[in-house]
């Protein structure tokens, strides 16, 4: 049975269900016993020299409301037993999601989403298992088996300890080989993480593959690990199938055993007082005391696996949520949207040196800024730290005048609006990917919203318009309505602080230009900040803010920094000379 601390509450929770389901059950194996009985009484009846017919009615009848009462009782301890263990999987499963949205960035950066859906498929069907099946076999492995070895013992001791040496044996090796089940389940569930991290990344990234050719080698790849998950189940079952063997070695020599000396004891009737019905009597606990042994051996089993995934899932759930809200922090969900940066340097946990290095500047509420910056500036860095995506030392950053570190994560991010650089989608319609933010989304408001970030007439083209299914991650649209679909989808949130992280890369200049101008019209009072690399992206913003190698280097509009700062004018003119390359390469074309 599962006791860490993890699972032990559950017996506590569902302690009723697992009662009623143990008593019924407990029940059900000493009363069923009573039908070998009944069946013995009948046939030395019938053996009589006078057979006493209203006698056996009454013990057919008898067997008929044993036979109804079991029934009964097979379906109540099914549906307390069985139903607990599927409730705590229920509840067991949320409480896993749960953990995980509350895991920080760190975390996902080095585990992978194969790995981890394991934990909620392969590792929770094992502790089910446990809980349901498991207690099942266990109550009813020794319950049955100790009633039945209670009535067989009663009707010939000599027989049952004969009989019981073999069983004896077999529960011994048994509880030994557990260890060794357990080791190699836990293997085998390392290798299904493993090819499941494999598929599932080959099939995100099935387009490079394609591009480059490489179907033959992944396909060569995956064969391999799929070799590795099929030896490891074949060492598994190998130890199941000794198991069932050595099970059915044990059955039959005590079946031989007890029709050799229980024949030689009916035989000998007048000497030890052993009928032909109290054989059969005897056999049938017996035979009722086979489902026990392969109950017990059953559970060794599925304990072993259960195990094995609980320590998997145990690890799991006592990963250290790093991000998450002081005692005393402070739920304000009327923030205006002002930001200010003093002497931020950060670095991330698993880094060497700081990304950003002395950072500091202010944003007033309202105004729309530019984070410029190379690749590998710190600006998407930056982002992170306002998201409360990593822990920062107090007094680095405010919101309206709070330590962000004081404030709690849903007052940080209630207030803001973001368009990653992944620009991630769902699965889903695209009404319901623009309207993400809200629990009931107005159609006018999603329509509104795609008109602003440009992208309204493309979805209307497409057959099922707004109501368009997008595939995995939004793979049945382009690079560019990808991204602007992402940016409708913050701006139906209408939030306090719109961040755009390098949001419009894959449009073209003029829609670029169209988004900007609309964002300029209604996020006026709102603060809007722009990550970019493209100085167009940039140029007409209230304030620009230019890093380099984790710094803040200038900071000022477009015409102030064309003046001041020797970085930003070497920015303009290669991105200029670039824009002229470009273009005369299709005036070429053309």
Request: net charge neutral; hydrophobic share 45%.
């Amino acid at each position: 049975m599962l006791l860490s601390k993890n699972f032990r509450k559950y017996y506590i929770t569902y302690g009723l269900y697992f009662i009623v389901g143990i008593a019924v059950l407990i029940a059900v194996d000493w009363f069923q016993l009573d039908v070998p009985k009944l069946v013995g009484g009948i046939i030395d009846n019938l053996k009589s020299v006078s057979p006493n017919a209203q006698q056996i009615e009454q013990d057919i009848l008898h067997i008929a409301i044993l036979a109804l009462s079991i029934t009964l009782g097979r379906f109540l301890w099914r549906y307390t037993i069985f139903g607990a263990s599927r409730r705590i999987e229920f509840e067991l499963r949320n409480v896993m999601f749960g953990h995980a949205t509350k895991l920080s960035q760190s975390f996902y950066s080095q585990e992978k989403v194969g790995g981890l859906m394991t934990y909620f498929i392969n590792d929770l069907e094992a502790v089910r298992m446990s809980f349901g099946p498991g207690i099942l076999m266990l109550i009813d492995g020794l319950m049955l088996g100790g009633f039945a070895l209670y009535r067989m013992a009663a009707l010939n001791l000599k027989l049952t300890i004969y009989a019981a040496i073999p069983m004896t044996f077999l529960t011994v090796a048994l509880v030994f080989i557990r260890k060794t089940i357990s080791k190699h389940f836990k293997s085998r569930q390392e290798s299904v993480e493993k090819l499941s991290d494999f598929t599932q990344e080959n099939f995100s990234g099935i387009t490079v593959i394609k591009a480059f050719v490489r179907e033959m080698k992944e396909a060569m790849l995956f064969r391999t690990r799929n070799l590795d998950l099929y030896d490891k189940n074949i060492k598994f079952m190998k130890y199941i199938i000794i198991i069932n063997i050595a099970i059915g070695i044990a059955l039959n020599l005590v079946i031989l055993v007890i029709i050799i000396l229980g024949s030689l004891l009916v035989i000998n009737h007048q000497e030890v007082g052993l009928t032909s019905g109290q054989l059969t009597e005897y056999l049938g606990y017996f035979f009722t005391l086979i489902w026990p042994t392969m109950a017990l051996a059953q559970f060794i089993n599925i304990q072993s696996q259960a195990k094995a995934s609980a320590e998997r899932i145990e690890k799991f759930l006592n990963q250290t949520i790093d991000i998450k809200d002081d005692s005393d922090a402070l739920e304000i969900l009327d923030l205006k949207g002002s930001l200010k940066v003093e002497h931020l340097t950060f670095k991330y946990p698993d880094g060497d040196s700081p990304v950003l290095k002395d950072v500091s500047f202010d944003i007033k509420a309202g105004e729309m800024v530019g984070i410029l910056g190379r690749t590998g500036s710190g600006k998407s860095s930056l982002v992170d730290l306002f998201l409360r995506t990593y822990n920062l030392e107090p007094g680095m950053i405010y919101l309206d005048g709070y330590d962000i570190m004081k404030l709690s994560i849903r007052s940080v991010r209630h207030a803001m609006g973001y368009v990653p650089q992944d620009n991630f989608l769902f699965s889903d319609t695209i009404i319901n990917n623009i309207g993400f933010a809200l629990d009931q989304p107005k159609e006018e408001d999603v329509v509104e919203s795609a008109k602003l970030a440009d992208v309204y007439d493309n979805i209307v083209e497409f057959k099922d318009g707004f109501m368009t299914m997008l595939g995995e991650r939004g793979v049945t649209v382009s690079g560019g309505q990808k991204q602007r679909i992402s940016i409708a989808r913050a701006l139906t949130k209408n939030p306090e602080i719109l961040i755009l992280d390098d949001s419009v890369s894959a449009v073209d200049t003029k829609t670029e230009e169209a988004i900007i101008k609309n964002l300029h019209r209604i996020r006026k009072g709102r603060t809007t900040i722009f990550i970019a690399h493209r100085i167009s992206t940039v140029k007409r913003m209230d304030k620009i803010i230019l890093l380099d190698h984790g710094q803040v280097v200038a900071i000022g509009n477009h015409k102030e920094l064309m003046k001041t700062s020797p970085l930003y004018q070497d920015m303009v003119k290669r991105q200029t000379l670039e824009n002229l390359v470009q273009g005369g390469a299709i005036h070429e074309g053309l």
